[in-house]
């Protein structure tokens, strides 16, 4: 069973903010914690945290806080920053779902800790009041607690900077992944731990961008230990010396393959008897004659036919629907445009097909039956049989 | 404007993969949404994926010994920002139409709001002799594909919670359920100021209120619960003075409010005042009026 924590709704957190602005450290101290509010929480879920909880984490940072200068002069703030991040986390059994709850921080914030949080910013006044409600990347306790999450136990948030820790923070697409980070974070802390501190947060601020830049092609997800922490390596290093990322090496490994996967059939023609049954041939030869002539009808309907338009109307899988539009092309009846996933084919010299709206209209004509292959293996045989010809 | 990726090396057509719809563990397709989803159960799918691995080398300009693998992966970009994969499943050095099954679990304290669904077939070695442009490094993409999942729906939900009744002093060990609320604090709001306890050490209970409860009497056990919740509020609705003489006076989404409407669904058009001396003069005849509604 996970904690809930009690929530407070925008429109009391901001009164309580606004509140909050015109008065001294003291005053706002005065007034903790604020239990005059109406709270809600989860509707499902464990049990909502008790009171004592709230008061104990609230002597605890209050406490911590004191240690670096408050209510006074604020003193070693990344120290306290990376203390508070590891009390919140720990006093708090709460799931990340409930940690993403914005009325959560805003209670935990305005409710028991709004001097701290005050303090910490160098007080109210005309301050962000993403401080003290609960913004996702701006909340006093709330990005702590996430800090604390994404990079784990192992991790000593001491030893990295604010600014260190905004540029993966605060990116999403990197902090969503939690070995990714922990290998970043180690690999950069391994780094500058070797005496190459020179420039470490533009280091990380380098790195983290050459990071993301890679997350559309390469899926982290996909490499084991050994290869993610080579890879932020590499990246790292290039980083450092404000060089593009090395081109990878060709690298042969050992080819294992996994449980589950099988090789499936598809009446490869050296699979087959020699020859099949010429009346078969003959169906064949006449199916694909149709499949020709549904794909052209596609393309004079609307302008152009892909290979999946062809295959919401005739039951051929994409490999044969590949191969039918490939004979058009090399037939002369069809041009092919694009490529890769863009790739669509149109009628010889018809012009470019602007936007993708051709490619939701009606492929079929007005009543036109579905295509039934009569005898799919031969038809397949003889497609393999028509591109090596 | 996002900008769309652009690689620095030879991508297969989309057809070279196909792929199946997710489905759950008993098989059952999944759609856009995932109704009655609770953080406390994660979410298993898993789906077949064929690859043309001919077609990939062909077009990516790759040897026989490249190898691939395909892999799912979740994220939750709305809400926790979390993510991760599944185990992947390495087709090694393969040729020929291959399939592969691909699963995910996505755990549910981490999850939210919506989960992305991502599909990938990625390299994991080029081989020795790739051209200069084909795809290089492990855990290059070729092809990816990825089905947004709602989570948590948009029905709206009695609060509830498991929990060991051993471990709450008010509530006797034994019970299978409590509702857990102040019924003289009407204007409290209903997340927050009402809840029912589900006793987790009755296991036949807590499976039952499960979605995916297997249990032939799970449907009646939550109807059994439904009813007997609903007229645990009735009752103290119609006890609370000040309820019976201003229902219409407490504010949104409190609990009076949801009084209000939930006398107003079950006995429409009578007045809150009548419902009260029927509770004093026919309690059991407001009972089963209840029960009819709810059960019928």
Known sequence: MTALLPRLDREQTLLQIEHARSLTLEEIAALMPVTEVKTTSSPLGGMELPEEVFSTLRATIVALAREHGYPGERARLPLFDAACARLVHDQFQISPNEASEEDAWSHITCCWLLDVAAWRWGGMGKGDERRFRGDVNRNTFRRLWWRAEILGPDIDLMLLGEDELVSIMERPIVASNRALTRSLVNQFLARVQDGDDGGRMVLMREAGKRLVRLTPIIDFHALDQTELDSMLRD?????????????????????????GVERVARAPVLDTPPEAPREAL?????????????????????????????????????????????????????????????????LPNAPAVAGEDRASQSIAPPGAPAWVPAAEKTLRRFLSRYRKD | MRTPAAPTYLLPSDEVVDAGRWKDPDGVEIGDTINHWDPFTDLRVSRAVTVDLDAVRTECRLGPDAAFAVLASWRCPTRTRLGAAGERVDLGCTDGLVRAPVTVQVPGPDSGGRVDLTTRLVLLSAGAEPSPISPRRTGAVLWTHTQRVALEGSAARFPMTAVDFGTIARVPDGAAWYVDWDHEDLSAPVLGGVRLLLNSTNLRIIGAVRTASDDPAAALIRSLIECDVARQLVRAALDNEQFVQTPEAFPDDSVGRMLSELLAMVWPGIPVAGLRARALNEPARLDAELQERLLG
């Open chain 1, 235 to 259: 990246i790292l290093d290039a980083a450092a010396n404000g060089d593009p990322l090395p081109a990878a090496a060709s690298v042969v490994k050992s080819a294992q393959i996994s449980e």
């Open chain 1, 282 to 346: 003959e169906s064949a030869a006449a199916e694909l004659e149709d499949l020709f002539e549904v794909a052209i009808g596609i393309a004079r309907r609307t302008g152009r036919v892909t290979n999946s338009a062809l295959r919401e109307v005739a039951p051929i899988d994409p490999v044969a629907a590949r191969r039918v539009l490939q004979g058009l092309v090399d037939r002369g009846s069809l041009a092919r445009r694009g490529q890769a996933k863009g790739t669509y084919y149109v």
